[in-house]
T-cell receptor, first 111, second 113 residues
């Protein structure tokens, strides 16, 4: 158990819908990262937040957004969902400059 | 753009044998990580390599980093079934406090009794 929690574990929804994925980092970690894992794209970095501020952006679609709240938990919002958005979404956390610890992931299925 | 390549992509080996997984990357970096992933599960941190020549060992696994060659290796000694998993290397080239990992394609390792 890495200490990073994610909810929900599974999410099944329809195309065009909007969902929110939630992540709570390890105690003391200020950085939160979101990654997407799919069969065709592999593991891709989406976005990083540090103490509430966006710090780095990867291949995140405009339909996706994220934020980190004062209590350091983070949410990833996915809207106008398409079939191709079906994937495992991981959250990771770290202390600044340290290794990243991954949560259990949220499996999103878009039908 | 940073590219991280792993080979082989698939590896089937017998118990008791030795083998090496290779991770090449295209841009200078001295921060490389190895992760293990079981099917449908999360990523488990195995090794953190933070300097040229770094070598770390845990049980039957040993990882090394050659930053000049932009190469890391994960060596498996006397493989056992429990090591069956997908192994990823990941490289960090971003600045301190602004980290993002670029992952390799993964190596799916199957240990045959």
């Amino acid at each position: 158990d890495s200490g990073v929690t994610q909810t929900p574990k599974h999410l099944i929804t329809a195309t065009g819908q909007r969902v929110t994925l939630r992540c709570s980092p390890r105690s003391g970690d200020l950085s939160v990262y979101w990654y997407q894992q799919s069969l065709d794209q592999g593991l891709q970095f989406l976005i990083q937040y540090y103490n509430g501020e966006e710090r780095a952006k990867g291949n995140i679609l405009e339909r996706f957004s994220a934020q980190q709240f004062p209590d350091l938990h983070s949410e990833l919002n996915l809207s106008s969902l398409e079939l191709g958005d079906s994937a495992l979404y991981f959250c990771a956390s770290s202390r600044r400059g340290d290794e990243q610890f991954f949560g259990p992931g949220t499996r999103l299925t878009v039908l | 753009e940073l590219k991280v390549e792993q080979n082989p992509l698939f590896l089937s080996m017998q118990e008791g044998k030795n083998y090496t997984i290779y991770c090449n990357y295209s841009t200078t970096s001295d921060r490389l990580y190895w992760y293990r992933q079981d099917p449908g599960k999360s990523l488990e941190s195995l090794f953190v390599l933070l300097s040229n020549g770094a070598v770390k060992q845990e049980g039957r696994l040993m990882a090394s980093l050659d930053t000049k060659a932009r190469l890391s290796t994960l060596h498996i000694t006397a493989a056992v079934h429990d090591l069956s998993a997908t192994y990823f290397c990941a490289v960090d080239i971003s600045s301190f406090g602004n980290e993002k990992l670029t992952f390799g394609t993964g190596t799916r390792l199957t240990i045959i009794p």
